[in-house]
């Protein structure tokens, strides 16, 4: 059972790496195949990171426009996840300053307020979402830059080691130290969910 | 550890574990797969670093606008390099205008100077402007109706007309 898993993750792998040569070349189609497998995960990162639907949907737009006009420069396929991601972490750096100096100007605290997670029509659900969010980003404010980084990254995001390390021109050995400390954090912390775990199990 | 293979690994190790399971000792990982105390700790604090992804999931909304790429392909070229054929492109389309408007018989083969040409065809409009104006002056309706227009000049007519209107005699 596992070894099929594993022969489907890697022919997935395998399809991926063929649609991206094939859209660094110029073929629209593959890229718009690449689109649709990455865009849901761009989307929860980013949105994970800015928490707001609609500036969500405006970066992950920008990700693949950018990420489209600058194909060519993508010399390996097999970086592409790790560089598609790294291009959304600067974009989302970008909107984050963006923000912070027109904050200066016009946005009060309420007005952000407003635009807070909307998770549906339920307002219990909505509650619940906002909660969790809230309880998430006052632990990760805990953490140091390069820690929030590589821990959203590795749990949020799901990427392996060696893509959280190609994402943020990192050493491997260096992001699992971060990883290390981040998680060993999280434990003290004793960060609740909001149920029992172990109803997971 | 590395003296007594039963003992239990500690917290470090067992995070170094949920990290990178390969960079425990060989002894360790077996001591891992063996001992029920050491797999519940570590699979208790992989199941809280699950959930808590799960939780993300769960509270992230779904997009409601799908990514759209340009309908006109972007020009692909990369950093500097791209901007260079781009600036070489509208220098020479500038030049390409420059050269047409100073020059137009290079393109054209007419060697007459492009400002002659034009004033030329200028002069020869206003002057069929101006004969049209005179004749309009002059002759204001059709050839075809002036035949039954009276000849205003004479009085004896308006004379005529104005006794028929109101005559002087009773």
């Not at chain 1, 974009?91 to 027109?102: H, I, L, T």
């Not at chain 1, 219990?124 to 953490?143: C, M, P, S, V």
């Not at chain 2, 519940?40 to 799960?54: D, F, I, T, Y």
Request: net charge negative; charged share 25%; with cysteine.
């Amino acid at each position: 059972m596992q070894d099929d898993e594993r022969n489907n993750d890697t022919q997935a792998l395998r399809d991926i790496k063929i649609l991206v040569r094939a859209a660094v070349e110029g073929n629209r189609s593959s890229f718009e195949q690449l689109v649709e497998i990455h865009q849901g995960g761009i989307f929860r990162m980013v949105y994970a990171r800015v928490q707001s639907r609609t500036d969500a949907e405006d970066l992950v737009q920008d990700v693949f426009l950018k990420a489209y006009g600058s194909l060519s420069a993508l010399r390996d396929p097999e970086l592409f996840k790790a560089w598609l991601y790294r291009i959304a972490l600067n974009k989302v750096k970008d909107f984050r300053r963006r923000q912070r100096f027109a904050s200066l100007f016009s946005f009060s605290e309420e007005e952000k307020e407003q635009d807070h997670p909307d998770m549906g029509p339920d307002s219990y659900d909505h509650l619940a979402g906002k909660q969790f969010w809230t309880r998430f980003n006052e632990f990760i404010k805990k953490l140091p830059g390069v820690q929030q980084q590589v821990f959203r990254l590795r749990f949020l995001d799901h990427l392996s080691i060696a893509e959280i390390a190609l994402t943020l021109e990192k050493s491997e050995s260096s992001v699992k130290t971060h990883l290390y400390r981040a998680i060993e954090k999280f434990k003290n912390e004793g960060f609740s969910l909001g149920h029992d775990p172990k109803e997971a199990l | 550890m590395k003296n007594n293979p039963s003992a239990h690994l500690d917290v470090q190790r067992i995070i170094v574990s949920l990290v990178d399971e390969s960079d425990l000792a060989a002894q360790e990982r077996e001591h891992l797969k063996v001992c029920p105390i050491c797999s519940s700790s570590r699979n208790h604090l992989a199941v809280q670093l699950h959930g808590l992804s799960e939780e993300a999931i769960r509270w992230t909304p779904e997009p409601r606008r799908r990514v759209t790429l340009p309908a006109i392909e972007v020009f692909r070229g990369s950093g500097w390099k791209g901007r260079w054929y781009a600036g070489l492109a509208t220098a020479a389309a500038c030049l390409v205008l420059v050269i047409t408007l100073t020059v137009p018989h290079l393109f054209t083969g007419n060697k007459q100077p492009y400002g002659e040409l034009n004033l030329a065809a200028e002069m020869a409009a206003d002057e069929m402007l101006i004969a049209t104006t005179e004749d309009i002056e002059e002759n204001c309706l059709p050839a075809s109706l002036q035949e039954i227009v009276p000849d205003t000049g004479s009085t004896d007519d308006n004379d005529d007309f104005l006794d028929f209107v109101a005559p002087v005699d009773a």
